[in-house]
């Protein structure tokens, strides 16, 4: 009577361990699905926005070297001064890449570890 006790609950707690095996598996699936997906999301937004960003920017630089060339009468040193234009803030972003790396990991880090 004992033995066949013992192996009733030892039949329940295989089935019970299989079954939390089971649903942790898909709850980590689910939790993988589910970052992949706001990854997948945030990434196709933020080339949206910025191909639109980049586009503007272009148009906006062109304008003003344009504007900044006919002001000084040589269009070329409207490109030239938009050229350095970039090139300084290229320089200021390359100066702080530092500051913006920790905003951003902790960003990444609250969206990947925080269940909403």
């Given at each position: 009577m004992a033995f066949e006790e013992l192996k009733s609950d030892f039949a329940d707690s295989q089935r019970a361990a299989k079954e939390y095996i089971e649903s942790s598996a898909e709850y980590y699936k689910l939790k993988t699905f589910k970052f992949v997906m706001r990854a997948v999301i945030a990434l196709t937004v933020v080339l949206f926005l910025g191909t639109l960003a980049m586009l503007a920017v272009f148009?906006?630089?062109?304008?003003?070297?344009?504007?900044?060339?006919?002001?000084?009468?040589?269009?070329?040193?409207?490109?030239?001064?938009?050229?350095?234009?970039?090139?300084?803030?290229?320089?200021?972003?390359?100066?702080?890449?530092?500051?913006?790396?920790?905003?951003?990991?902790?960003?990444?880090?609250?969206?990947?570890?925080?269940?909403?």
């Open positions: 148009f906006l630089s062109v304008a003003a070297a344009f504007a900044i060339g006919n002001h000084l009468g040589n269009l070329a040193n409207g490109f030239w001064i938009m050229g350095g234009f970039y090139v300084l803030l290229g320089i200021l972003g390359y100066a702080l890449r530092n500051k913006l790396e920790s905003p951003v990991l902790r960003k990444f880090s609250k969206d990947y570890f925080e269940d909403k």
